[in-house]
């Protein structure tokens, strides 16, 4: 009889960046993944093989996270609940931890060759996007679209016909065409990490006016929880110019998240010590920063990097 882990294992990766998509969570993510493996083990007995694996656990990972997801609001960043602001003096709503907010996912996490391939549909302006779908729009969607199964593999799994497969999906592509463009250029610009070095340099040490030369004319700032979100060059840099640079006061700390680069935030608390704060994940277009999305959320910070007390304040001479 085949063993249950050796059949099953090669698929977990893939299986929570699946959930990570239907669920916007890492953590509930997570959480489905392993109930799937619980009721794929439970069931594997009776496994014959009608399927393959593969197909199997899916449909298992599916199931679950549509009932989970009878019962959980949508996971939205800034962008998806008001408009933006292009005035950084405007006041600054309270951080609203009420709201579900979307989580990144650590590329460490996922899949290395899809994550690379582009095939993991895991770019946070996708997932966001995603997150606009009703639970079964969504599942459907990204079954077909994202992990290629066939019509009549995604009307088996979610118990349905080819005909109403067919018909979901075309709601879902509708309603994700009217959300905007989701899909930013997945090629890795050359000069990246340079970028990324001089980014994390003029973040640090303070200085908007070197950031000038690194973001977009029509970057875009957004810091779940807090709602207000900002657009625009001179009202991002004058947001953070003015309420959260301070010399001395950041430490970021190069990752990866949703197959971009994102980093690590570590906030000065005293005595030469830094404090988990946050992941900011970056779109970059060309050789620009296009989006800051800065989850400021210090739970998120263990799936990504060491732990905060592990971190002396740097040097003069570091970035």
């Known amino acids: 009889m085949p063993d249950f882990a050796t059949e099953t294992a090669p698929f977990r990766a893939e299986l929570l960046a699946h959930c990570y998509r239907l669920l916007g969570s890492i953590h509930d993510a997570e959480d489905l993944v392993q109930e799937t493996y ?98 079964r729009q969504r599942a459907v969607l990204t079954l077909r679209d994202v992990l290629a199964f066939g019509t009549g593999e995604v009307a088996e799994m979610l118990g349905t016909t080819p005909a109403a497969v067919d018909s979901t999906l075309r709601r879902a592509r509708g309603r994700l065409a009217e959300a905007g463009p989701v899909q930013d250029d997945l090629a890795e610009p050359a000069g990246q990490a340079r970028l990324l070095d001089r980014y994390v340099d003029a973040f640090v040490r303070a200085d908007p006016d070197a950031l000038v030369t690194l973001v977009r004319a029509d970057v875009e700032l957004e810091m779940p929880p807090v709602p207000t979100w900002f657009t625009g060059r001179d009202a991002v840099l004058g947001f953070l110019g003015r309420r959260v640079l301070r010399p001395g006061a950041w430490r970021l700390v190069p990752t ?46 263990p799936l990504f990097a060491a732990p905060s007390h592990d971190l002396r304040r740097p040097s003069s001479s570091s970035s």
């Open 38 to 135: 619980l009721r794929a083990w439970r069931a594997f007995g009776g496994f014959e093989g009608r399927s393959s694996v593969r197909r199997w656990l899916y449909k298992i990972a599916t199931t679950a996270c549509l009932t989970a997801l009878e019962t959980r609001a949508r996971r939205p960043l800034p962008s998806g609940l008001g408009a933006p602001s292009d005035d950084h003096r405007v006041a600054v709503a309270a951080a609203d931890p009420s709201v579900p907010w979307l989580q990144p996912i650590p590329d460490a996490l996922l899949d290395p060759a899809a994550v690379v391939a582009g095939r993991a549909g895991v770019r946070l302006a996708f997932v966001a996007a995603l997150q606009l779908l009703p639970a």
């Open 256 to 301: 990866r998240a949703n197959g971009q680069p994102a980093l690590v935030e570590y906030e000065a608390v005293g005595g030469g010590r830094f404090a988990a704060h946050g992941v900011q994940v970056l779109t970059v277009l060309g050789t620009r920063v296009a989006r800051i999305t800065a989850f400021n959320d210090a739970a998120l910070v």
